[in-house]
């Protein structure tokens, strides 16, 4: 199998992310909206600098995705953070090792971005995707905690 090319997403290949985002038992659950959500999101995403929407591609699929964040601060030494969202592979695709080709790809773009910390969230019941980014070296140094400001939750 040859490895996935990654390139910015362009807005014809959402419908291929948000299959990808639900996906799983957590995506099955949350990814509902209709289409024209999606691409009103990407054109969102699209318009703000520093905001990257991603896709790995094998023989013109879509086999993987995640979203880069540029994060400009002032702690660390006014350190410039990258923040890493919503990575997919395709189920038919893992164990391929496309998860850490795109989680190196995550860290190059954030390097040539001048970043000096790339961080990630991941939801408790991901156990497995735990295991993973703790295999590439991310740490659980932090206890996260989120509201909803949506009256659905």
């Known amino acids: 199998m040859s490895a996935p090319l990654f ?17 799983d ?7 509902m909206a209709s289409p024209d959500v999606y691409l009103e999101a990407f054109d969102r995403v699209s318009a ?3 905001n990257f929407l991603v896709v790995g591609v094998i023989e013109d699929e879509i086999v993987a995705c995640y979203q880069l964040t540029l ?10 953070r990258a923040q890493i969202e919503a990575v997919r592979v395709a189920p038919d695709r893992r164990g391929a090792g496309i ?6 790809d995550a860290e190059a773009r954030a390097r040539a971005a001048g970043c000096a910390l790339l961080q990630l969230t991941s939801d408790r019941s991901r156990e497995a995707a735990h295991a993973f980014y703790e295999s590439l ?5 932090h206890l996260g905690f989120k509201r909803s ?3 659905d939750g």
């Open 137 to 141: 070296g991310y740490g659980a140094s």
């Open 71 to 80: 994060i400009e601060g002032l702690s660390r030494g006014g350190a410039r």
């Open 99 to 104: 998860g850490h080709l795109a989680m190196r």
């Open 149 to 151: 400001l949506r009256p």
């Open 48 to 50: 703000q600098p520093g």
């Open 25 to 31: 038992e957590l995506g099955r659950g949350r990814e």
């Open 7 to 23: 390139r910015q997403a362009v807005r014809g290949d959402v419908a291929a992310i948000a299959a990808l985002l639900a996906e």
